[in-house]
């Protein structure tokens, strides 16, 4: 069993930035990949960012493309979200999810590809 425990979310104001961690319990995070989804109020919950095992392959929405950065750590065990210039519509729970299948990435936008998902972290952003 693997939990994932999300931190760092917060109320922000629009234009500042944010750091979200994702650590995964266990001895096999390296092996996967792992994402970042987010869910708005009202709104179906929409990936984000997503990291291979080994970190050279990301993918973004185009909604949060050139504002936020999805880096790794796999001695910490941990993904993160770096989110600048945040947005009212940035308003969500952020969740990370661990790929269900060693080293696949793609597609990356599908939630039944990831079998494990943190609690979220809330991220909301005031105008």
């Known amino acids: 069993q693997v939990q994932l425990v999300e931190s760092g979310g917060g109320l922000v104001q629009a234009g500042d930035s944010l750091r979200l961690s994702c650590t995964a319990s266990g001895r096999t995070f390296s092996l996967y990949a792992m994402a970042w989804f987010r869910q708005a109020p009202g709104k179906e919950r929409e990936a984000v960012a997503a990291i291979g095992s080994d970190s050279f392959n990301v993918h973004y929405a185009g909604s949060i493309e050139g504002r936020c950065t999805i880096s790794r750590d796999n001695a910490k065990n941990t993904v993160y979200l770096q989110m600048n210039n945040l947005k009212p519509e940035d308003t969500a729970v952020y969740y990370c999810?661990?790929?269900?299948?060693?080293?696949?990435?793609?597609?990356?936008?599908?939630?039944?590809?990831?079998?494990?998902w943190g609690q979220g972290t809330q991220v909301t952003v005031s105008s």
């Open positions: 999810a661990r790929r269900a299948l060693p080293g696949a990435l793609v597609p990356w936008r599908s939630e039944n590809a990831y079998d494990y």
